[in-house]
T-cell receptor, first 111, second 111 residues
Framework: DQQVKQNSPSLSVQEGRISILNCDYTNSMFDYFLWYKKYPAEGPTFLISISSIKDKNEDGRFTVFLNKSAKHLSLHIVPSQPGDSAVYFCAAPEGANNLFFGTGTRLTVIP | NAGVTQTPKFRVLKTGQSMTLLCAQDMNHEYMYWYRQDPGMGLRLIHYSVGEGTTAKGEVPDGYNVSRLKKQNFLLGLESAAPSQTSVYFC??????????FGPGTRLTVL
């Protein structure tokens, strides 16, 4: 059973607009969440994280929001740029030994 | 500083053949991981290691073996390859089990 879910396989956004990528989780024990970005033929690279003691974390154009009661987090990219086109994975660690990944959302930013 | 490297990048095997995938990291990380990524699914953990000489099973360990004889290297072995092992394999490492750094991946096809 998927513990981290990304229900939108793809998203297209105009350059300059906001991109919102969503992620849901089922395990209430998760207390830390990460977003990874993946370009074709490359490994995922860490983008931003959030601890469950916060409800928002911001890094430049990227902001992650966490709603613990809804077991939902979202990644906002503002403004979106063509270079942001990639697959974005939401992930949650179980201790130090396993990282549960969502299935990914392919973001396309249209120039 | 190369980060995490994987050898080979591509490989085609026949059913029943064996092979070893090599992962190397130069960041002096304690933790290393092997994942597989299949279409429509997130990355799933095969095996991991929390230090030199240690290994443990992840979510999908069947059909694979691993060894961590040196801190910087983590080997993934397939003793008798099956078509179900056709996948993209990613190695990752982390310092304390937090942010993971990924290699570029190995695309394996088993005919």
């Amino acid at each position: 059973d998927q513990q981290v879910k990304q229900n939108s396989p793809s998203l297209s956004v105009q350059e300059g607009r906001i991109s919102i990528l969503n992620c849901d989780y089922t395990n209430s024990m998760f207390d830390y969440f990460l977003w990874y970005k993946k370009y074709p033929a490359e490994g995922p690279t860490f983008l931003i994280s959030i601890s469950s003691i916060k409800d928002k974390n911001e890094d430049g154009r990227f902001t992650v929001f966490l709603n613990k009661s809804a077991k939902h987090l979202s990644l906002h990219i503002v403004p979106s740029q063509p270079g942001d086109s990639a697959v974005y994975f939401c992930a949650a660690p179980e201790g130090a030994n396993n990282l549960f990944f969502g299935t990914g959302t392919r973001l396309t930013v249209i120039p | 500083n190369a980060g995490v490297t994987q050898t080979p990048k591509f490989r085609v095997l026949k059913t029943g053949q064996s092979m070893t995938l090599l992962c190397a990291q130069d960041m002096n990380h304690e933790y290393m991981y092997w994942y597989r990524q299949d279409p429509g699914m997130g990355l799933r953990l095969i095996h991991y290691s929390v230090g030199e000489g240690t290994t443990a099973k992840g979510e999908v360990p069947d059909g694979y073996n691993v060894s961590r004889l040196k801190k910087q290297n983590f080997l993934l072995g397939l003793e008798s390859a099956a078509p179900s092992q056709t996948s993209v394999y990613f190695c990752a490492s982390s310092y304390e089990g937090d942010e993971q750094f990924f290699g570029p991946g190995t695309r394996l096809t088993v005919l």
